[in-house]
Protein backbone atom coordinates (compact mmCIF):
# COMPACT_ATOMS: atom_id res chain seq x y z
CA UNK A 1 0.00 0.00 0.00
CA UNK A 2 1.40 3.44 -0.86
CA UNK A 3 0.54 6.68 0.65
CA UNK A 4 1.20 9.95 -0.68
CA UNK A 5 0.99 12.51 1.94
CA UNK A 6 0.94 16.61 1.45
CA UNK A 7 1.91 19.07 4.65
CA UNK A 8 -1.26 20.78 5.95
CA UNK A 9 -4.93 19.99 5.34
CA UNK A 10 -4.51 17.59 2.45
CA UNK A 11 -6.31 14.40 0.46
CA UNK A 12 -4.41 11.11 0.92
CA UNK A 13 -4.84 9.20 -1.75
CA UNK A 14 -4.03 5.32 -0.65
CA UNK A 15 -3.58 2.79 -3.94
CA UNK A 16 -3.82 -0.43 -3.35
CA UNK A 17 -1.36 -1.13 -6.04
CA UNK A 18 2.27 -2.93 -6.61
CA UNK A 19 4.10 -5.27 -4.84
CA UNK A 20 3.16 -6.83 -1.46
CA UNK A 21 3.97 -5.27 1.94
CA UNK A 22 7.52 -5.46 2.65
CA UNK A 23 8.84 -7.15 -1.23
CA UNK A 24 12.39 -5.45 -1.99
CA UNK A 25 13.05 -4.47 -5.60
CA UNK A 26 13.69 -7.07 -7.98
CA UNK A 27 17.21 -8.67 -8.48
CA UNK A 28 17.83 -8.55 -11.94
CA UNK A 29 20.50 -11.43 -11.34
CA UNK A 30 17.74 -13.65 -10.06
CA UNK A 31 15.60 -13.11 -13.25
CA UNK A 32 16.17 -16.00 -15.44
CA UNK A 33 15.47 -18.19 -12.17
CA UNK A 34 12.29 -16.81 -11.61
CA UNK A 35 11.17 -16.88 -15.24
CA UNK A 36 11.92 -20.33 -15.32
CA UNK A 37 9.46 -21.33 -12.58
CA UNK A 38 6.79 -18.94 -13.68
CA UNK A 39 4.11 -20.25 -16.06
CA UNK A 40 3.03 -18.41 -18.99
CA UNK A 41 -0.12 -16.59 -18.93
CA UNK A 42 -2.32 -16.19 -21.81
CA UNK A 43 -4.69 -13.29 -22.41
CA UNK A 44 -7.78 -15.14 -21.20
CA UNK A 45 -5.79 -15.83 -18.20
CA UNK A 46 -5.47 -12.42 -17.68
CA UNK A 47 -9.05 -11.50 -18.43
CA UNK A 48 -10.08 -13.50 -15.44
CA UNK A 49 -7.79 -11.69 -13.30
CA UNK A 50 -9.23 -9.47 -10.34
CA UNK A 51 -9.06 -6.16 -11.41
CA UNK A 52 -6.65 -3.59 -9.03
CA UNK A 53 -9.29 -1.19 -7.14
CA UNK A 54 -8.57 2.00 -5.83
CA UNK A 55 -10.07 4.21 -2.78
CA UNK A 56 -9.30 7.43 -1.85
CA UNK A 57 -9.37 8.38 2.14
CA UNK A 58 -8.94 11.76 3.24
CA UNK A 59 -6.76 12.56 6.13
CA UNK A 60 -6.90 15.38 8.25
CA UNK A 61 -3.19 16.13 9.49
CA UNK A 62 -2.45 18.03 12.78
CA UNK A 63 0.91 19.06 12.90
CA UNK A 64 0.88 19.36 17.29
CA UNK A 65 3.84 20.90 19.40
CA UNK A 66 3.75 19.01 22.65
CA UNK A 67 5.24 20.88 25.68
CA UNK A 68 5.46 20.49 29.86
CA UNK A 69 4.18 22.88 32.32
CA UNK A 70 7.55 24.47 32.24
CA UNK A 71 7.23 25.31 28.84
CA UNK A 72 9.93 22.70 27.59
CA UNK A 73 9.22 20.74 24.78
CA UNK A 74 8.29 17.31 24.89
CA UNK A 75 10.13 14.33 22.95
CA UNK A 76 9.72 10.74 22.43
CA UNK A 77 5.97 10.62 22.45
CA UNK A 78 4.07 7.64 20.64
CA UNK A 79 0.00 7.36 18.93
CA UNK A 80 -0.77 5.92 22.39
CA UNK A 81 0.25 8.86 23.95
CA UNK A 82 -3.13 11.00 22.53
CA UNK A 83 -6.51 11.28 22.38
CA UNK A 84 -8.24 12.95 19.58
CA UNK A 85 -11.57 14.17 19.18
CA UNK A 86 -13.67 15.96 16.43
CA UNK A 87 -16.69 17.56 17.71
CA UNK A 88 -16.54 15.29 21.01
CA UNK A 89 -16.56 11.89 18.95
CA UNK A 90 -13.67 10.37 19.66
CA UNK A 91 -11.73 9.82 16.13
CA UNK A 92 -8.61 7.09 15.62
CA UNK A 93 -5.20 8.55 15.04
CA UNK A 94 -4.12 6.69 11.44
CA UNK A 95 -1.35 8.68 10.89
CA UNK A 96 1.75 9.47 13.07
CA UNK A 97 5.39 11.01 12.62
CA UNK A 98 7.51 13.18 14.09
CA UNK A 99 8.90 16.24 11.85
CA UNK A 100 12.16 17.06 13.13
CA UNK A 101 14.40 17.38 10.44
CA UNK A 102 12.36 18.71 7.04
CA UNK A 103 12.70 22.33 6.23
CA UNK A 104 11.10 25.08 7.29
CA UNK A 105 9.31 27.69 5.33
CA UNK A 106 8.51 31.22 7.38
CA UNK A 107 7.20 33.77 5.90
CA UNK A 108 7.53 37.21 8.19
CA UNK A 109 4.80 39.59 8.73
CA UNK A 110 6.14 43.09 9.31
CA UNK A 111 4.00 45.64 10.53
CA UNK A 112 5.76 48.85 8.91
CA UNK A 113 2.87 51.29 9.92
CA UNK A 114 3.63 54.80 11.68
CA UNK A 115 3.24 53.67 15.36
CA UNK A 116 5.97 51.33 14.54
CA UNK A 117 8.05 54.01 13.75
CA UNK A 118 7.61 55.37 17.27
CA UNK A 119 10.46 54.16 20.24
CA UNK A 120 12.24 52.67 17.70
CA UNK A 121 9.93 49.13 17.41
CA UNK A 122 10.36 48.79 13.78
CA UNK A 123 14.60 48.72 14.23
CA UNK A 124 13.79 46.36 16.87
CA UNK A 125 11.35 43.91 15.08
CA UNK A 126 14.12 44.07 12.02
CA UNK A 127 17.01 43.25 14.31
CA UNK A 128 14.82 40.20 15.38
CA UNK A 129 14.00 38.82 11.83
CA UNK A 130 17.51 39.38 11.24
CA UNK A 131 18.79 37.48 14.14
CA UNK A 132 16.26 35.03 13.17
CA UNK A 133 17.99 33.84 10.03
CA UNK A 134 20.98 32.73 11.78
CA UNK A 135 18.89 29.86 12.88
CA UNK A 136 17.60 28.55 9.62
CA UNK A 137 19.77 25.12 8.26
CA UNK A 138 20.24 24.70 4.70
CA UNK A 139 16.97 23.86 2.88
CA UNK A 140 14.74 27.10 4.84
CA UNK A 141 13.69 29.23 3.06
CA UNK A 142 12.18 32.89 4.13
CA UNK A 143 9.66 35.94 2.80
CA UNK A 144 9.01 39.11 4.09
CA UNK A 145 5.55 40.06 4.06
CA UNK A 146 4.78 44.35 4.78
CA UNK A 147 1.46 46.07 5.69
CA UNK A 148 0.78 49.66 6.14
CA UNK A 149 -2.83 51.70 5.33
CA UNK A 150 -4.71 49.59 3.38
CA UNK A 151 -1.56 47.57 1.60
CA UNK A 152 -0.39 44.16 1.83
CA UNK A 153 2.51 43.39 -0.16
CA UNK A 154 5.43 40.90 -0.37
CA UNK A 155 8.76 42.35 0.02
CA UNK A 156 10.54 38.92 -0.81
CA UNK A 157 9.12 35.65 -2.10
CA UNK A 158 10.24 32.50 -0.49
CA UNK A 159 14.00 32.39 -0.86
CA UNK A 160 17.04 30.83 0.90
CA UNK A 161 19.37 34.11 -0.16
CA UNK A 162 19.91 35.84 3.08
CA UNK A 163 21.84 38.98 1.72
CA UNK A 164 19.02 39.82 -0.95
CA UNK A 165 16.72 39.15 1.73
CA UNK A 166 18.55 41.17 4.51
CA UNK A 167 18.99 43.94 1.98
CA UNK A 168 15.06 44.08 1.39
CA UNK A 169 14.54 44.05 5.13
CA UNK A 170 16.89 47.06 5.76
CA UNK A 171 15.13 49.62 3.76
CA UNK A 172 11.54 49.27 5.66
CA UNK A 173 10.62 52.46 6.85
CA UNK A 174 7.03 53.24 8.85
CA UNK A 175 4.02 54.71 7.18
CA UNK A 176 0.64 54.92 7.26
CA UNK A 177 -2.05 53.82 9.54
CA UNK A 178 -2.04 50.04 10.84
CA UNK A 179 -5.52 47.70 8.79
CA UNK A 180 -4.16 45.13 11.04
CA UNK A 181 -7.01 42.54 10.80
CA UNK A 182 -7.21 42.82 6.92
CA UNK A 183 -3.43 42.23 6.65
CA UNK A 184 -3.93 39.33 8.82
CA UNK A 185 -7.17 37.96 7.11
CA UNK A 186 -4.88 38.12 3.80
CA UNK A 187 -1.48 36.87 4.48
CA UNK A 188 -2.60 32.98 4.70
CA UNK A 189 -3.97 32.67 1.13
CA UNK A 190 -0.83 34.69 0.38
CA UNK A 191 1.59 32.15 1.84
CA UNK A 192 -0.76 29.04 1.72
CA UNK A 193 0.03 29.48 -2.25
CA UNK A 194 3.62 30.44 -2.38
CA UNK A 195 5.24 27.47 0.21
CA UNK A 196 5.91 23.96 0.26
CA UNK A 197 6.22 21.81 2.94
CA UNK A 198 6.27 23.03 6.58
CA UNK A 199 5.49 26.24 6.75
CA UNK A 200 4.35 29.40 9.21
CA UNK A 201 3.48 33.18 9.30
CA UNK A 202 5.07 35.06 12.47
CA UNK A 203 3.17 38.18 12.58
CA UNK A 204 5.55 41.25 14.73
CA UNK A 205 3.34 43.84 15.96
CA UNK A 206 2.26 46.31 18.20
CA UNK A 207 -0.90 45.47 18.34
CA UNK A 208 -2.10 49.07 16.67
CA UNK A 209 -5.37 48.67 14.65
CA UNK A 210 -6.62 52.41 13.39
CA UNK A 211 -7.37 51.31 9.98
CA UNK A 212 -9.62 47.74 9.39
CA UNK A 213 -12.56 47.38 7.15
CA UNK A 214 -13.30 43.95 9.09
CA UNK A 215 -14.07 43.40 12.72
CA UNK A 216 -11.79 41.34 15.06
CA UNK A 217 -14.58 38.91 15.19
CA UNK A 218 -14.31 38.58 11.17
CA UNK A 219 -10.86 38.32 11.10
CA UNK A 220 -10.57 35.53 13.83
CA UNK A 221 -13.53 33.76 11.39
CA UNK A 222 -11.24 34.02 8.36
CA UNK A 223 -8.22 32.67 10.38
CA UNK A 224 -10.28 29.24 11.12
CA UNK A 225 -9.79 29.23 7.19
CA UNK A 226 -5.61 29.33 7.36
CA UNK A 227 -3.97 25.81 6.88
CA UNK A 228 -1.34 27.87 8.34
CA UNK A 229 -0.26 28.31 11.64
CA UNK A 230 0.04 32.16 12.83
CA UNK A 231 2.83 32.95 15.19
CA UNK A 232 1.85 36.67 16.95
CA UNK A 233 4.80 38.75 18.57
CA UNK A 234 3.10 41.62 19.95
CA UNK A 235 4.69 44.83 21.35
CA UNK A 236 2.80 45.76 24.80
CA UNK A 237 4.19 49.09 25.02
CA UNK A 238 2.28 51.63 23.22
CA UNK A 239 3.27 55.53 23.58
CA UNK A 240 1.15 58.32 24.94
CA UNK A 241 1.58 60.28 21.97
CA UNK A 242 0.14 57.14 19.23
CA UNK A 243 -2.80 56.67 21.99
CA UNK A 244 -3.92 60.26 21.98
CA UNK A 245 -4.76 59.51 18.56
CA UNK A 246 -8.80 58.93 19.01
CA UNK A 247 -9.57 55.86 17.46
CA UNK A 248 -6.42 53.77 18.42
CA UNK A 249 -6.67 50.82 20.71
CA UNK A 250 -4.35 47.46 21.26
CA UNK A 251 -5.60 44.39 19.69
CA UNK A 252 -2.93 42.03 21.67
CA UNK A 253 -6.62 39.90 22.51
CA UNK A 254 -6.95 39.27 18.66
CA UNK A 255 -3.26 38.08 18.43
CA UNK A 256 -4.33 35.67 20.69
CA UNK A 257 -6.86 34.76 19.04
CA UNK A 258 -4.89 34.33 15.59
CA UNK A 259 -2.63 32.05 17.22
CA UNK A 260 -5.00 29.82 18.97
CA UNK A 261 -7.17 29.21 15.97
CA UNK A 262 -4.74 27.93 13.91
CA UNK A 263 -2.39 26.36 16.06
CA UNK A 264 0.50 28.83 16.74
CA UNK A 265 1.14 30.64 19.97
CA UNK A 266 1.33 34.39 20.89
CA UNK A 267 4.46 36.25 22.56
CA UNK A 268 3.89 39.87 24.20
CA UNK A 269 6.93 41.51 24.50
CA UNK A 270 8.16 44.55 25.94
CA UNK A 271 12.00 44.99 24.78
CA UNK A 272 14.42 43.78 22.19
CA UNK A 273 15.82 41.02 24.87
CA UNK A 274 11.90 39.55 25.07
CA UNK A 275 11.73 39.94 20.84
CA UNK A 276 14.94 37.78 20.24
CA UNK A 277 13.91 35.15 23.02
CA UNK A 278 10.50 34.45 21.30
CA UNK A 279 11.88 34.16 18.40
CA UNK A 280 14.67 31.64 19.00
CA UNK A 281 10.98 29.88 21.19
CA UNK A 282 9.48 29.70 17.31
CA UNK A 283 12.49 28.10 16.08
CA UNK A 284 12.03 25.66 18.62
CA UNK A 285 8.70 24.71 17.73
CA UNK A 286 8.32 24.95 14.36
CA UNK A 287 11.51 22.43 14.65
CA UNK A 288 10.10 19.85 16.46
CA UNK A 289 6.48 18.74 15.66
CA UNK A 290 4.25 15.40 16.01
CA UNK A 291 1.77 14.97 12.78
CA UNK A 292 -0.94 13.47 13.49
CA UNK A 293 -3.99 11.98 11.25
CA UNK A 294 -6.59 10.56 11.13
CA UNK A 295 -9.93 9.80 8.90
CA UNK A 296 -13.10 11.77 10.14
CA UNK A 297 -15.69 9.19 11.63
CA UNK A 298 -18.22 11.14 9.29
CA UNK A 299 -17.89 10.61 5.72
CA UNK A 300 -19.95 13.62 4.74
CA UNK A 301 -18.05 16.57 3.76
CA UNK A 302 -20.41 19.21 3.58
CA UNK A 303 -18.37 22.49 3.81
CA UNK A 304 -18.93 22.88 7.54
CA UNK A 305 -16.91 23.72 10.60
CA UNK A 306 -15.60 20.81 12.68
CA UNK A 307 -13.87 21.27 16.35
CA UNK A 308 -10.88 19.43 16.37
CA UNK A 309 -9.34 18.76 20.11
CA UNK A 310 -6.21 16.76 20.59
CA UNK A 311 -4.83 16.12 24.16
CA UNK A 312 -2.32 14.09 25.68
CA UNK A 313 -3.31 11.39 27.58
CA UNK A 314 -0.24 12.07 30.83
CA UNK A 315 -0.72 14.73 33.32
CA UNK A 316 0.82 18.32 32.93
CA UNK A 317 1.21 18.02 29.25
CA UNK A 318 -0.12 20.64 26.78
CA UNK A 319 -0.76 20.24 23.10
CA UNK A 320 -1.03 22.78 20.80
CA UNK A 321 -2.96 22.44 17.18
CA UNK A 322 -5.20 24.47 15.44
CA UNK A 323 -8.99 24.17 16.48
CA UNK A 324 -10.61 23.27 13.74
CA UNK A 325 -10.99 22.63 10.07
CA UNK A 326 -13.75 23.36 7.27
CA UNK A 327 -15.25 20.01 5.82
CA UNK A 328 -14.92 21.40 2.20
CA UNK A 329 -16.49 19.03 -0.18
Excluded at 34 to 52: E, G, M, Q
Excluded at 159 to 169: G, M, P, S, V
Aim: charged letters at 25%; proline letters at 5%; glycine letters at 8%.
Amino acid sequence: MCTWLQAGWVLAFLACAGPAAGAGPLDTAQAPAIAATVPSIDDATLLRLPHTEVENVRLVLLPANVQDRRGRIVRGLSRNDFRLYEDQIPQEIKYFTVEDREAIEVAFMLDVSGSMRVAGKLDEAKEAVAYFLDAFRPGDRFALICFADEQVSWVTEFTADRQRFLERLRVQEGYGQTALNDAVAAAPGLVEQAALGKKAIILITDGVDNASRLSSGETIALARRANVPIYTIGFTYIPDEVRRRGETHTNLDVLQGFADETGGAMYPVRDPDELKDAIARIVEELRYQYVIGYQPARDTWDGTYRRVKLEARHRGIEVRTRKGYFANP
